[in-house]
């Protein structure tokens, strides 16, 4: 039942960096696995990072060397850091967890990089 509520999208410029929040309503601290998605108009959600309750972190290829992401228990949060964006790029990105085989997906945050 938890809630997972993201921030921090924009539009940017080709090159640029934003950093993405997503807020959960209750501990992350004991929740095995929180990932990034993005799903961009006409194709399905792509896993774009992931990180354990111990922060082992996983990125997708296309993401890996601009790509951060980060958990801060204290304020139940995971953290999404992006930078070199390209056009490319340009998604509504999703926080997501899984709980007892229970799905559960943020409302999604816009990202627009322009060239």
């Known amino acids: 039942q938890v809630q997972l509520v993201e921030s921090g999208g924009g539009l940017v410029q080709a090159g640029g960096s934003l950093r993405l929040s997503c807020a959960a309503s209750?501990?992350?601290?004991?929740?095995?696995?929180m990932n990034w998605y993005r799903q961009a108009p006409g194709k399905q959600h792509e896993l774009v990072a992931s990180?354990?309750?111990?922060?082992?972190?996983t990125y997708a290829d296309f993401v890996k060397g601009r790509f951060t992401i980060s958990r801060d228990n204290a304020k139940n949060t995971v953290y999404l850091q992006m930078n070199s964006l390209k056009p490319e790029d340009t998604a509504v990105y999703l926080c997501?967890?899984?709980?007892?085989?229970?799905?559960?997906w943020g409302q999604g945050t816009q990202v627009t990089v322009s060239s």
């Open positions: 990180i354990t309750s111990s922060s082992r972190t």
């Open positions: 209750q501990s992350i601290a004991s929740i095995n696995v």
């Open positions: 997501h967890t899984q709980i007892r085989y229970a799905n559960y």
